[in-house]
């Protein structure tokens, strides 16, 4: 659960990941499917994990969610990747895309199992898309050496 926040900002926060995470896996307008999948993984992690629906997806893209992005910066001919914050809806949306391929690259057959042990796998540290966030902190630790060069031009 985010803590210091009021109830309207983390409703609208759960909006944003309910809907961008259900519109990933609509196709041929198949959203009833989607929909029945979805509570029934929430319902599986919930019995499993003795938590509020609520708070299982806060807490999971919360897990997912990046601080910080790469903005493409060009000087003299070289195009620098500089580190630098991201807007809140920006960051979930990103870690609702993390999660997406995560689940598309699993193995299993069905895509309630597949939802299911990607959700768990997150709360035990250990999911792909977890392995993505990493990836790209990676990333940004590498190219964090350039803001010293930019740093009189942007007032870091």
């Known amino acids: 659960m985010i803590r210091g926040r009021s ?5 609208e926060l759960l909006k944003i990941i309910y809907f961008r ?19 029934d993984s929430l319902i599986l992690l919930k019995r499993r ?11 999971f893209f919360y897990k997912l969610r990046p601080l910080l992005q790469l903005k493409p910066l060009f000087s003299s001919g070289i195009i620098y990747q500089l580190p630098s914050t991201l807007s809140v809806s920006k960051e979930y ?31 035990c540290n250990k999911g792909h898309s977890l392995t993505l966030k990493r990836d790209y902190y990676k990333q940004i630790v590498q190219n964090r050496i350039f803001l ?7 007032r870091i």
């Open 21 to 39: 995470l259900i519109n990933r896996f609509v196709r041929n307008g198949k959203k009833d499917f989607v929909l029945r999948f979805f509570f």
């Open 93 to 123: 949306s990103l870690s609702v895309l993390w999660f997406y391929q995560a689940i598309s690259n699993r193995t299993e057959l069905n895509l309630k199992d597949r939802f299911y042990n990607e959700l768990f796998e997150i709360y």
């Open 7 to 11: 109830r309207i900002i983390e409703k």
């Open 49 to 59: 994990l003795k938590i509020s629906f609520r708070s299982i997806l806060d807490r």
């Open 148 to 154: 010293y060069r930019f740093r009189k031009r942007f």
